[in-house]
């Protein structure tokens, strides 16, 4: 199946189910060892999205940027995770990375290429968000969860930029329209949050 029918794909699964966008929905303790951090990324829609969409911009961008891009997001990661506790305490965090697909879909979507500095430091922002979206949790295994997601998130990355490359090489069109469609799918997380805010 080509990758934008997947994309697809779990955008009708979204619409279906809500509840299995949000990554964190239950407010529960995720951190219970390596293996559940291994399938945290792939387990949340809003994970999922941003690590492949990470992948495919840096692909898309190309040169230096292919493996500069999925680092950057990577550490930005471990600094969320280390010092994003006030930030993972707020109500915000969580639209907050609903908020980081959008801005990675549109990246894509208008293939914007930035000086080097600004494109890094948006993307360590990015991975700071997501890994803030866990600082709180504090179990005797969380060293290991956060080892394991850390892993998959940089492999999903990575097919990502797989992905990108294969594609630019037949039609950057289609790299444009999975950058709208994860721009919708992010735009849908976040107003999923806001409506259940509201109740």
Do not use: C
Not at 98 to 106: H, K, N, Q, R, Y
Not at 112 to 138: K, N, R, S, T, V
């Amino acid at each position: 199946m080509p990758i934008h029918h997947r994309f697809l794909a779990l955008l009708a699964i979204s619409l279906a189910a809500p509840g299995i966008a949000w990554a964190h929905v239950d407010g529960a303790n995720h951190a219970h060892g390596f293996f559940d951090g291994v399938l945290h990324p792939l387990l949340g829609l809003d994970h999922l999205l941003a690590m492949v969409a990470v992948g495919l911009w840096a692909g898309q961008t190309g040169g230096p940027a292919r493996l500069a891009a999925p680092a950057m997001f990577v550490a930005g990661m471990v600094f969320g995770l280390v010092f994003g506790a006030p930030v993972a305490a707020s109500a915000f965090v969580e639209p907050s990375v609903a908020l980081t697909i959008v801005v990675l879909g549109l990246l894509l979507a208008f293939a914007m290429a930035f000086p080097a500095w600004l494109g890094l430091a948006l993307l360590i922002i990015a991975g700071a968000l997501h890994g803030a979206a866990h600082a709180g949790e504090a179990p005797a295994a969380f060293v290991s969860f956060a080892a394991g997601a850390l892993l998959t998130t940089l492999l999903l990355h990575l097919i990502g930029v797989g992905a990108a490359i294969s594609l630019r090489q037949r039609s950057g069109l289609t790299l444009r329209v999975l950058g709208g469609v994860a721009t919708g799918m992010g735009l849908l997380i976040l107003g999923g949050w806001s409506a259940e805010a509201s109740l």
